[in-house]
């Protein structure tokens, strides 16, 4: 059960926090504050975990996402790397890895002209590790 947000506040589950925020939309939006639907700083603490928590799932739930993510616990890879890893082309490995990078799953560092990528956070690895043990 998830029980802290993904920008690292607990919410007294025992877990280690995340270290890194994943982007969600915290508070009202200006639709809502237009239409005068304006929550409480409480309801906004709990809608954030929960916007965040289905963008975290949102991300994994493609089937190659989740490949490329679980072949980065173990070591950091170049994206022909981790396109020869889950049998796809470069291209296509190149796309999930931004969509991981945009929402702040997976970081990246060049090395001359090869990008290395390496998960940026324990709790998706951890995660994995959960929903695909032994991958």
Not at 51 to 67: G, N
């Amino acid at each position: 059960m998830l029980t802290h947000n993904l920008s690292g506040r607990s919410l007294d589950s025992g877990l280690e926090p995340m270290h890194h925020e994943l982007p969600f939309s915290g508070g009202a939006s200006r639709r809502d504050r237009a239409a005068g639907k304006l929550r409480s700083a409480s309801e906004d603490d709990v809608a954030a975990v929960f916007d965040a928590a289905a963008e975290l799932f949102a991300a994994l739930s493609s089937p190659m996402r989740l490949r490329i993510v679980c072949h980065l616990r173990g070591q950091d890879m170049n994206v022909q790397q981790i396109a020869n890893r889950i049998g796809s082309s470069q291209p296509n490995t190149s796309l999930h890895l931004r969509q991981l990078h945009q929402i702040g799953i997976v970081d990246r560092a060049r090395n001359g002209q090869s990008v290395t990528y390496h998960i940026r956070n324990t709790f998706v690895a951890d995660l994995c590790d959960i929903v695909c043990p032994g991958h």
